[in-house]
């Protein structure tokens, strides 16, 4: 359900009013029933029964209800939506524990994630950068990687949540293999037969010859032609300004990118929006993906947007993005 004070809980309903889902998979969300109830008074034409249960087997599945397994972790009279506050952030941190654990005993075949804040979630004692790092860290994963995709552009990186002059330090010919490999793997998952995989250069013009630079040299190059020779259909070093319009042309199925910053800003670019009317931007797609883990997570691409917080106005286009992305994955693992 994501942070309880969020667009989670809105966003949730809005995806489960959705009779479509039920053809696709067999949909329950791990939340607390009492936000639930707060958010539908703002959605009076999106009323669904709400199916309480303790366990996955005593979910119906059925189109019209939702199935949640109430952990019951929010006083509803103290809860105040679009705030950070101590209790959203652990009821936030709990949920993905669940669903965590849910997919490790196998009861579900993926999990969907909403936006949690970070800060909420420190104030509550869970010290982690983020969702990828919470799944890596109860799943026992070292090596992982977060993909983001919009529709058929998907990029994946050789590092995220870390300063920028500690990610030039780790474009490594190891970890550009590793992640090159990572990304073959999850087009396959995603009925992609023959990927063909894109791999950016770190510095500018991808150093020019080494001019500005010698981690493509040194490292990305030898990355890529190693892999080459284990069958994998990869190009690069290619400057990021080329790569990625070349990505967005149906060039690439996947694009390898070396930091955070390089990787997201194209995809941002792609999912947001600018409401005329409002006179606002708002992210309207695009999926956030975990690589490499033992079991499938994919989440939204957007915050927790506060300022959105029962209102009923907030956009459930990325979850039902990454429900599509996490139903593919299930399919083809």
């Not at 109830?37 to 939702?66: C, H, S, Y």
């Not at 965590?100 to 075949?109: C, G, R, T, Y």
């Not at 319009?245 to 800003?265: L, S």
């Not at 975990?290 to 994919?298: D, E, F, K, V």
Request: aromatic share 6%; proline share 4%; net charge negative.
């Amino acid at each position: 359900m994501g942070d309880p004070a969020s667009i989670g809980p809105e966003i949730s309903l809005k995806a489960f009013q959705n009779t479509e889902l039920y053809a696709k998979c067999r949909p329950l969300l791990v939340g607390d029933v009492n936000v639930l109830n707060k958010v539908m008074q703002v959605l009076p034409d999106r009323k669904l029964n709400l199916n309480v249960i303790k366990t996955v087997e005593e979910a119906k599945f059925e189109p019209g209800t939702m199935d949640v397994i109430d952990m019951q972790l929010v006083d509803i009279d103290q809860l105040k939506f679009g705030e950070v506050s101590k209790m959203a952030g652990n009821a936030a941190f709990q949920y993905v524990k669940k669903v965590i654990d849910l997919a490790l005993n196998k009861e579900v075949d993926a999990t969907v994630t909403n936006a949690l804040n970070k800060e909420a979630m420190n104030l509550a004692g869970h010290h982690f950068a983020g969702h990828t790092e919470i799944y890596a860290h109860y799943t026992h994963t070292k090596n992982y990687t977060m993909m983001l995709a919009h529709k058929n552009v998907r990029v994946v990186h050789i590092s995220t949540h870390v300063a920028l002059r500690d990610a030039c330090d780790l474009v490594k010919k190891a970890r550009v293999a590793e992640v090159i490999r990572i990304a073959d793997d999850a087009c396959k998952r995603l009925g992609i037969s023959e990927p063909k995989i894109g791999v950016a250069g770190l510095n500018p013009h991808a150093s020019e010859n080494g001019m500005f630079g010698t981690e493509e040299a040194e490292q990305i190059t030898p990355a890529i032609e190693e892999t080459q020779t284990e069958g994998i259909n990869v190009d690069g070093p290619i400057p990021p300004d080329t790569l990625f319009p070349k990505a967005i042309g149906g060039w690439y199925d996947i694009v390898v990118a070396m930091y955070h910053d390089q990787g997201h800003i194209p995809l941002k670019v792609l999912g947001f929006q600018y409401d005329e009317e409002k006179k606002k931007w708002g992210s309207v797609a695009g999926v956030n993906i975990t690589l490499g883990l033992p079991i499938i997570r994919t989440s939204v691409d957007h915050g927790t947007a506060f300022d959105q917080s029962l209102k009923g106005t907030a956009n459930e286009i990325s979850l039902e993005d990454a429900i599509d992305y996490a139903v593919r994955l299930a399919v083809n693992s």
